[in-house]
């Protein structure tokens, strides 16, 4: 062994010990991301209305962190409007949105933008123009796309199924490490389904680790067995729509024929 | 508190669509109209989806039809034999006005053709019937006063009233107290059906307007006449839209016939301290204000350039 790595031994040795005991930040013991989320399954019941989503971990101190909810990719057709005769709005045909999520929600410590480069920000679907670059609009004449992705993004904004904000991750440094929280407020627009949750840990330029959890969504109780009757019996579930409409009507003029509506 | 909407994937103020129910039905009970061209639009506005929006819509209708219906027939307000006629006419014409449609959308102009029927129909039904309503109440008044000074004399029939009286198969509507022939009903029911096929509505403004101008039915028997026809109707299309395209919401509907069943019975009293010349009018004023909407927004530049596909 060379004399100056026995003059250096004494150093590692305390290093070692102060890192175990917590009194040195150390990214390769405490870099390990966590996540969770509160609610692991949202219950859609008759009386639901959104709910809150607390997603919290810890990480490594000092990492920047961008946590990202979205549903699976899927392709979505939208009616886009036009001008006919150069003068009145129409419907004018359709717009096929391919490999887009249905929800997307994404809250931030700062601007993802600047913390990672484009390449990385595509690479994990991190932010609208990820999302725009990553996604396949039909049909398109070229120059177009950026125009209609944006309305597109207008109209999942004004649904509530896509927003976006570059701050609300609380960072709350302690104890050689780092817990955070997000909280995202679910809106009861976002359909029944599996949803991801991901969170990235960025330092210095780069993703040092990312954690998922994942959240799911279903219909429960009365709700839950009034779509499946709707849904697998469309016939018998029609027929008791009617049924029910007109014994209420009946009833409702019955109730003011004895109350002394007629002349 | 808020209740969600199954089918609609969506969760609403209980409020709202009892609110709006009422409102409605009190229209439906006050002229005779389904309301369909006000309540479709107005559930768009509160976030269902516009193919929801259109058939739950018709669900409701079926209870304040029911309930406008009963409450008309009690007062002895529905000529059963002109709507069985009518209805028969608008079954076959709405089957006309689907494959109409099938047509245009193949030949990608289904949008623009549905637009403008709807502007021209309902322009020309709510100006007429503004125009006729006052022009007729001017013209009692005046006959109020020339009453004192002359004798009435005959009315000389019109071309066309000659020309419906020379048609076969006359027969006595008595409840009406109008005599046609028994092709005349089934052949405007059948325009009414074709249009409102096309147009995507139940089509009692304008069946009212039909019944009124064309077969000189008294206004209150109009009312409930349209509402036993519409109820038909009403039956059909909610039952095919819940067994084909899943898209009837029960505890929407629930919701807006709690609104629509009471509106309608507080229009049929209100309807009785009106005249039928003031219900055309009123008609008319909602009708115009609808097609005014309707121009705006087919001429103002849109905020949402792209929208949920399906429906009109």
């Known amino acids: 062994m060379k004399k100056s790595s026995l003059l250096c031994m004494p150093f590692f040795v305390l290093a070692f010990v102060l890192a175990a005991g917590g009194i040195l930040p150390s990214s390769t013991a405490q870099a390990q991301l966590s996540a969770a989320a509160n609610h692991g399954n949202i219950k859609i019941g008759f009386f639901y209305h959104g709910d809150a989503i607390s997603v919290s971990g810890v990480s490594d101190p000092g990492a920047e962190l961008i946590v990202k909810m979205s549903s699976p990719e899927t392709h979505q057709t939208l009616r886009k409007k036009g001008k006919t005769a150069g003068v009145l709005w129409m419907n004018a045909g359709t717009l096929a949105f391919a490999h887009v999520p249905n929800v997307y929600y994404m809250k931030c410590s700062s601007r993802p933008e600047g913390l990672l480069s484009r390449q990385d920000l595509c690479k994990n679907m991190i932010g609208y123009q990820a999302m725009e670059d990553h996604a396949e609009v039909k049909p398109m004449a070229d120059g177009q796309k950026h125009r209609w992705f944006s309305e597109f993004l207008k109209y999942k904004e004004s649904c509530r199924l896509y927003r976006v904000s570059d701050e609300g991750v609380r960072r709350m440094p302690g104890g050689g490490r780092q817990a955070y929280q997000a909280v995202f407020e679910w809106p009861y627009q976002a359909p029944p389904g599996d949803y991801q949750v991901t969170v990235y840990a960025v330092k210095a330029g780069s993703i040092i680790d990312q954690a998922t959890c994942s959240v799911h969504a279903e219909t429960a109780g009365l709700a839950r067995r009034l779509t499946e009757l709707a849904m697998k019996h469309g016939a018998i579930y029609g027929a008791l729509s009617v049924l029910i409409a007109i014994a209420a009507g009946f009833a409702v003029g019955l109730i003011f024929g004895k109350g002394g509506g007629a002349h | ?312």
Request: net charge positive.
């Open chain 2, 1 to 312: 508190m808020y209740l969600y909407l199954p089918v609609a994937m969506t969760s609403i103020h209980v409020l709202l669509p009892v609110g709006l129910g009422l409102v409605v039905g009190l229209l439906s009970g006050l002229f005779g109209v389904g309301g369909g061209f006000l309540m479709t639009p107005l559930l768009i506005m509160l976030g269902i989806p516009s193919t929801v929006a259109a058939a739950t819509d018709s669900n409701q209708i079926v209870a304040a039809s029911t309930s406008g219906t009963f409450a008309h027939w009690k007062v002895g307000n529905v000529d059963f034999k002109m709507g069985i006629y009518l209805l028969a006419g608008g079954f076959a014409g709405g089957l006309a006005g689907v494959q109409a449609m099938k047509m245009l959308r193949a030949m990608g102009d289904a949008d623009f053709v549905i637009k403008m029927t709807y502007v021209v129909m309902l322009g020309v039904v709510g100006g007429y019937m503004f125009l006729e309503s006052i022009w007729s109440m001017r013209k009692k008044e005046g006959e109020g006063a020339a009453r004192l000074s002359s004798r009435p004399g005959k009315t000389k029939p019109s071309r066309i009233g000659a020309f419906l009286s020379s048609l076969p198969l006359q027969t006595r509507f008595e409840k009406s107290g109008v005599t046609h022939s028994a092709l005349v009903p089934v052949a405007l029911g059948g325009l009414v059906g074709l249009l409102a096929a096309v147009m995507g509505v139940g089509g009692g403004f304008l069946m009212v307007p039909v019944m009124v101008y064309m077969l000189r039915m008294p206004m209150h028997v109009v009312v409930g006449t349209s509402l036993f026809q519409i109820l038909f109707t009403c039956i059909e299309v909610t039952f095919l839209q819940a067994w084909t395209n899943h898209t009837v919401d029960f505890v929407l509907a629930v919701l807006l016939l709690v609104g629509s069943t009471l509106g309608a019975q507080i229009g049929v009293i209100a309807g009785r301290r009106l005249k039928g010349d003031q219900l055309k009018i009123l008609l008319a004023l909602i009708v115009l204000v609808v097609t005014v909407k309707m121009v705006l927004e087919l001429t103002i530049t849109p905020p949402l350039m792209l929208g949920m596909g399906g429906g009109h």
